[in-house]
């Protein structure tokens, strides 16, 4: 325990110097607030096969399986509320000492919490677009026609694939705008994410080689924890209470 005081005292002091941080997450951010990951045991992936439910093969060739594993899903992540890690770095933000937040989750948790530079590298469930005429259509029209019919459908008669980003797809450009703010950052500040999913894993080692300062926080180890300056290991809502008491 003195050990982990210590790790927060020195990330909090590392955040209050940095002139140019970024924040980078995944699921494990999320979780707190009820929105079960995909790999850990019990995650999505213990319950269906993710070519057949995940990929924009899967999703053409059988859409309805596609729909039936996702909406409800969707639908949680509308409902989620933020936790205390986003409300954290919304208030880091707000506080110049971030600039903003690179995120491998899709439920906009982040942007509801008041972060004001999201980079949403594997996309959102805000909207959604028609596979042949690119017509665009909110969320909950994509839930209606889908309730209704079991699959989504544009008035031209494509599908609808909701804008996240699917195995066999390209990473969405705000991994380009993310590639690029990490070679400017001083510090990345790295949360609930097993940095196992590439390319947005390669993001940690570039910034490093980079010189910037690295700060892990996550439940379980990382492939790069010899790399960072300071790691921070058990549950995020206690790291993020902890980090914001030092801070102050």
């Not at 940095?18 to 980078?24: P, Q």
């Not at 909701?162 to 949360?191: I, N, Q």
């Not at 894993?201 to 790399?227: E, F, H, K, Q």
Request: aromatic fraction near 8%.
């Amino acid at each position: 325990m003195t050990v982990q005081r210590h790790a927060i005292k020195r990330a909090a002091r590392l955040l209050a110097q940095a002139r140019a941080a970024w924040a980078l997450t995944g699921a494990g951010v999320s979780t707190p607030s009820g929105i079960p990951d995909f790999r850990s045991p019990g995650g999505l992936w213990d319950l269906a096969d993710p070519e057949e439910v995940s990929s924009l093969a899967g999703f053409r060739r059988n859409p309805e399986a596609f729909y039936s594993f996702w909406m409800w899903r969707f639908r949680h992540m509308e409902r989620a509320q933020p936790n205390a890690v986003h409300a954290l770095l919304a208030r880091l933000e707000r506080e110049g000492r971030l600039q903003g937040v690179i995120t491998q989750n899709v439920d906009g948790l982040h942007r509801k919490a008041g972060s004001r530079t999201v980079f949403e590298v594997h996309g959102h469930v805000r909207s959604g677009t028609c596979l042949l005429c690119r017509g665009t259509y909110p969320m909950e029209e994509i839930i209606h026609h889908t309730e209704i019919h079991g699959v989504a459908r544009c008035a031209c008669g494509g599908l609808i694939k909701p804008e996240v980003v699917l195995f066999g797809e390209d990473l969405h450009p705000d991994f380009g705008r993310a590639w690029e703010a990490t070679a400017e950052a001083d510090l990345l500040f790295v949360l609930g994410t097993s940095l196992t999913v590439w390319p947005v894993a390669g993001l940690v080692p570039r910034a490093s080689s980079l010189g910037a300062t690295l700060i892990i926080a996550n439940r379980d180890p990382t492939p790069y924890d010899d790399r960072a300056d300071v790691v921070l290991r058990g549950e995020l809502v206690e790291i993020a209470r902890a980090l914001e008491t030092a801070l102050e």
